[in-house]
């Protein structure tokens, strides 16, 4: 009998934000983080796939990450579930993905990351589209959706960040948006 021995599917609790005014949300994220800042250069390519999506985010020359995620395109808190799966060598992972599933966009960003206890803040500035926020709010085994999706709307407040300010969808989306107008 063959087991399966991949491990669970991490989750977290996302929400996304238009930002018109970077260093003010910064200045109120620095505020509320126990941990932080880290600046992170990011270039994802998202490949072609039938379940979820599939990106490969090269943070360097000889690290990235291969990154397969699930989580529905709506604008307020929402569940994302996903793997990760380092790689030395991103390059290499790129040509193979792309010429075996085809690629479906590619988004460069600076993100600087702000830590307040499990949840991440990002602050983005996304070439071609400007400047968003992300939170990522990490649930424990046993926490809840409703838990996380709480403590979203906690930092969002705390942020200054309004409903009318969220977008669905990721920046892959947003830039082939862009291309049709």
């Not at 970077?22 to 932080?36: H, T």
């Not at 994302?80 to 992972?93: E, H, K, W």
């Amino acid at each position: 009998m063959h087991k399966d021995h991949r491990e669970p599917a991490r989750r977290n609790v996302e929400i996304k934000a238009r930002v018109a005014d970077l260093a003010a949300i910064e200045r109120r994220a620095a505020d509320l983080a126990d941990g932080g800042p880290f600046d992170l250069d990011q270039d994802d390519t998202f490949f072609v796939c039938p379940n979820g999506r599939l990106k490969l985010r090269q943070l360097a020359r000889d690290r990235g990450e291969l990154i397969h995620y699930e989580r529905p395109d709506q604008g307020g808190p929402k569940l994302s579930r996903y793997v990760i799966a380092p790689t030395p060598d991103p390059a290499a992972l790129r040509e193979a993905l792309s010429r075996a599933w085809g690629t479906a966009g590619r988004v460069r960003k600076r993100r600087r990351l702000y830590l307040v206890g499990d949840t991440r803040i990002h602050l983005d500035r996304v070439e071609q589209l400007g400047d968003f926020l992300e939170l990522e709010v990490v649930l424990a085994p046993a926490q809840s959706v409703a838990e996380g999706e709480e403590e979203a709307r906690r930092i969002m407040a705390a942020l200054g960040v309004a409903d009318e300010d969220l977008v669905s969808g990721a920046y892959v989306d947003l830039l082939e948006a862009r291309k049709g107008e």
